[in-house]
């Protein structure tokens, strides 16, 4: 069955990164884009971005451009998001979500989620 | 981007009532890229409908959703106390977006 299983939890001062994993298993890794949602305390989902696994293309909302950075890992089936320069504001849960096919597709399975905190 | 605006923010109701969700978009969503999610406290999301109107695996058939264009609608038939939780709406074209949710509690 597909599984994501991402890294756990994080703690970070600001202005550092964060770097988050999401190995996936139980289907074909290069067959399905990959994306990171991300949802603060008590607020909604907010999608970032994604990465084609197999030529490793990826996508991501404006207001994320030039701070995120998604790449994988064939070998391994991960997937990773680096997010820089944080802030408080950053203080989220961070999912990964594979869709069933290729770009402009809904979410199909989720990973379980990994909580950043960004704190000094 | 495309803004979607869900409505109401929270909505109050009994098991066994009948749940009707908004979620209107600010431009055309284009090809029925459109589907719902339910979120528990703690949990990930689910994905409940894509495609406006089908259901996902495993998905009881209460569910279903309508509309087109800017206006969709997750209608829940009878409310099982399961149900309660949060839904939100997706348009999935090239650049995904949320609405903010629709809170569905216990009356």
């Known amino acids: 069955q597909v599984q994501l299983v991402q890294s756990g939890a994080e703690v970070k001062k600001p202005g550092a990164s964060v770097k988050v994993s999401c190995k996936a298993s139980g289907y074909n890794f290069i067959a399905h884009y990959m994306n990171w949602v991300r949802q603060a305390p008590g607020q909604g989902l907010e999608w970032m971005g994604m990465i084609n696994p197999s030529g490793g293309y990826t996508s991501f909302a404006q207001k994320f451009q030039g701070r995120v950075s998604v790449t994988r890992d064939t070998s391994t089936s991960t997937v990773y998001m680096e997010l820089s320069s944080l802030t408080s504001e950053d203080t989220a849960v961070y999912y990964c979500?594979?869709?069933?096919?290729?770009?402009?597709?809904?979410?199909?399975?989720w990973g379980q989620g990994t909580l950043v905190t960004v704190s000094s | 981007e495309i803004v979607l605006t869900q409505s109401p923010g929270t909505l109050s109701l009994s098991p066994g009532e009948r749940a009707t969700l908004s979620c209107r978009a600010s431009?055309?969503?284009?090809?029925?890229?459109l589907a719902w999610y339910q979120q528990k406290l703690g949990q990930a999301p689910r994905l409940l409908m894509s495609g406006v109107s089908n259901r996902a695996t495993g998905i009881p058939d209460r569910f279903s959703g309508s509309g087109s264009g800017t206006d969709f609608t997750l209608t829940i038939s009878r409310l099982e106390p399961e149900d309660f939780a949060v839904y939100y709406c997706?348009?999935?074209?090239?650049?995904?977006?949320f609405g903010q949710g629709t809170k569905v509690e216990i009356k």
């Open positions: 979500a594979r869709n069933p096919y290729g770009a402009g597709s809904y979410f199909e399975y």
């Open positions: 997706q348009q999935y074209g090239r650049l995904p977006t």
């Open positions: 431009q055309s969503v284009s090809s029925t890229y």
